[in-house]
């Protein structure tokens, strides 16, 4: 069961789901618009849980960027 750990409307949210951490990045082209989706590494989980959010600026920045190579859930 996901669990939402944080969010920011519209720009990301992070999902705990079971022992994993998932990066979500709302995009809004093409239609009808996706989330971008992201497990977390081992390296990426451990330095989110002690430097929050600024540990994935990078990351999130990719996702909006390259999201086709990503994990896509479609909106509709």
Do not use: C, Q
């Amino acid at each position: 069961m996901k669990n939402l750990l944080e969010k920011k409307d519209w720009y990301y949210y992070i999902y705990e789901n079971g022992d994993t951490i998932e990066l979500s990045v709302p995009i809004s082209t093409p239609a009808p618009g996706f989330d971008a989706i992201h497990t977390l590494t081992d390296s990426e989980k451990e330095e989110y849980l002690t430097k929050g959010i600024t540990a994935l600026e990078d990351r999130i920045k990719d996702l909006e960027m390259n999201f086709t190579k990503y994990v896509l859930n479609s909106w509709r």
